[in-house]
């Protein structure tokens, strides 16, 4: 099946600083999605990526779909306590049987010190 | 709007019990998701229901049964819980009209088997 791999697995980062993080496939995807998930909760939408090539930014969180469709990356920007927890890319592939299921990275791990 | 509830919120069994986890969403959603998330390897789609009377094998079907009881709920079912499936458990919905609209997720269900 379809498989992610997802980089890093952790990081440990002081406040303040930038945050860089990414997802490749093997297989092509036509949507990339970006989840954050906080300590005993459900994952979270942060952005959504249509097209190929495209750069969506939310506040200080910039996400890229990747030209050849098979990789993502997620940047946050000035980072902040509140940005710890688990972030999660997922891509969906295109119609048929798969239509609409997503196939998730393993997750990084985010830790800010103040 | 409660968007997607999940009970219970945590959960242990022995092995061989059974039980059944409850998902029901307020959004008029048409698809439906379980997924189990273990340490270091994402979510793993377990079953999924594309619209109301259909559901399909996920990724990691086994030991799992499906219900899709009306548009708002769908159960999973485990009848002879084992230690391997000891995991979160999330559910999750999605519009399902367009392929732009994404999965938001419940806040998931601690399982423990013994």
């Known amino acids: 099946g379809q498989q992610l791999n997802q980089s890093p697995q952790s990081m440990f980062i002081q406040e303040g600083e930038d945050v860089s993080m990414n997802c490749t496939s093997s297989?092509?995807?036509?949507?990339w999605l970006w989840y954050k998930q906080d300590p005993g909760e459900g994952p979270v939408l942060l952005i959504a990526l249509y097209k190929a090539g495209e750069l969506t930014s939310n506040g200080r969180l910039t996400a890229q779909f990747g030209i050849t469709r098979k990789d993502s990356f997620l940047n946050i920007s000035a980072s902040i306590p509140s940005d710890v927890g688990i972030y999660f890319c997922?891509?969906?592939?295109?119609?048929?049987?798969?239509?609409?299921?997503?196939?998730f990275g393993q997750g990084t791990i985010l830790t800010v010190h103040p | 709007n409660a968007g997607v509830t999940q009970t219970p919120k945590f959960q242990v069994l022995k092995t061989g019990q059974s039980m059944t986890l409850q998902c029901a969403q307020d959004m008029n959603h048409n698809s439906m998701y379980w997924y189990r998330q273990d340490p270091g390897m994402g979510l793993r789609l377990i079953y999924y229901s594309a619209s109301e009377g259909t559901t399909d094998k996920g990724e990691v079907p086994n030991g799992y049964n499906v219900s899709r009881l009306n548009k708002r709920e769908f159960s999973l079912r485990l009848e002879s819980a084992a230690p391997s499936q000891t995991s979160v458990y999330f559910c999750?919905?999605?519009?399902?009209?367009?392929?732009?609209?994404?999965?938001?997720f419940g806040p998931g269900t601690r399982l423990t088997v013994l």
């Open positions: 999750a919905s999605r519009e399902g009209r367009d392929s732009t609209d994404t999965q938001y």
């Open positions: 997922a891509g969906r592939g295109a119609g048929g049987t798969s239509y609409g299921k997503l196939t």
């Open positions: 297989s092509i995807f036509n949507t």
